[in-house]
């Protein structure tokens, strides 16, 4: 059997598409954010216009101010700009949910404006090993299964999901304000994106899925790495429906049929709605 061809990565870097994986619905307008209160100083910086990057989040208060995820480097002006200008200063720290160029690109300019960095220990050696990304902004704190941080009245627990999206994906649990960052844990009502590459696997991905969702409640705001702000039942939809495709892609592989004639067949049509 021929083996498919290299996937086209670009869409990471903000490239093909102006950043997302599905050519013919690329972004429009200029890259901006759009901030949204989730109470108790958490805030989550939504794409605006064009394509930014994935959906960062913030703590904001008198103790200091943190950043979830960065965004696409080519966006950097308008993001630091803007968190700038939300936080009333300079971001005291920057905390990382996985790898990926539109969650890491701006990484370097906050940690020359003396922003500390931090990330789940894989995440670092990930993005030490990859020659795209700029080392001045690697984080210098890592940690390897739960981190937990004290901040402006909220416990913010960091806590790893290996083998999901990629090999160190972090979700970043906001408990007093009941705010969760997934990352790319959660694609909320888009067709998601699990990069086998760098660790990912569908299973983990269902199963992280699962899991943060018994970490969440009813009234839980669960921000999406791309998307718009889900709940736990669009993260519980979710998993269900990454099972649901699961499940039909492995009817194919148990009939015997190669990776073309399952492209060929096209048997999840029937979930176009969602990509």
């Known amino acids: 059997m021929n083996k498919p061809a290299p996937t086209d990565r670009?869409?990471?870097?903000?490239?093909s598409g102006g950043g997302f994986p599905d050519k013919s619905r690329p972004p429009t307008g200029k890259d901006s954010w759009k901030a949204v209160?989730?109470?108790?100083?958490?805030?989550?910086?939504?794409?605006?216009?064009?394509?930014?990057?994935?959906?960062?989040?913030m703590?904001?208060?008198?103790?200091?101010?943190?950043?979830?995820?960065?965004?696409?480097?080519?966006?950097?002006?308008?993001?630091?700009?803007?968190?700038?200008?939300?936080?009333?200063?300079?971001v005291d720290y920057l905390i990382t949910t996985h790898m990926h160029g539109d969650h890491v690109g701006c990484h370097a300019s906050y940690s020359k404006a003396g922003t500390t960095i931090i990330a789940q220990e894989n995440t670092r050696?990930?993005?030490?090993?990859?020659?795209?990304?700029d080392k001045?902004?690697?984080?210098?704190?890592t940690f390897s299964n739960k981190a937990t941080i004290n901040l402006n009245g909220q416990t913010i627990n960091l806590i790893h999901f290996p083998s999901a999206h990629t090999a160190s994906d972090t979700i970043v649990h906001f408990v007093e304000a009941n705010v969760i960052h997934a990352g790319d844990?959660?694609?909320?009502?888009?067709?998601?994106?699990?990069?086998?590459?760098?660790?990912?696997?569908?299973?983990?991905y269902i199963d992280a899925q699962l899991k943060v969702a018994e970490i969440a409640n009813d009234e839980t705001s669960i921000i999406a790495g791309h998307g718009p702000l889900g709940s736990?039942?669009?993260?519980?939809?979710?998993a269900a429906q990454l099972q649901e495709i699961k499940e039909t892609v492995k009817t194919s592989v148990d009939k015997g049929l190669s990776i073309e004639e399952v492209l060929k067949q096209n048997p999840l049509t029937p979930f176009d709605q969602f990509s």
């Open 10 to 15: 670009s869409f990471l870097h903000g490239q």
């Open 185 to 204: 844990l959660l694609f909320n009502r888009i067709f998601p994106f699990i990069d086998l590459d760098n660790g990912g696997n569908i299973n983990g």
């Open 125 to 133: 050696h990930a993005l030490l090993t990859d020659d795209t990304f």
């Open 59 to 90: 703590l904001i208060g008198e103790e200091g101010t943190i950043l979830i995820d960065s965004g696409l480097k080519k966006a950097e002006s308008v993001t630091l700009s803007t968190t700038e200008k939300l936080a009333g200063g300079p």
């Open 232 to 238: 736990k039942a669009d993260l519980i939809n979710a």
């Open 37 to 57: 209160d989730l109470g108790q100083g958490v805030y989550t910086l939504e794409v605006d216009e064009g394509n930014p990057g994935g959906t960062l989040g």
């Open 136 to 141: 001045a902004g690697l984080p210098v704190i």
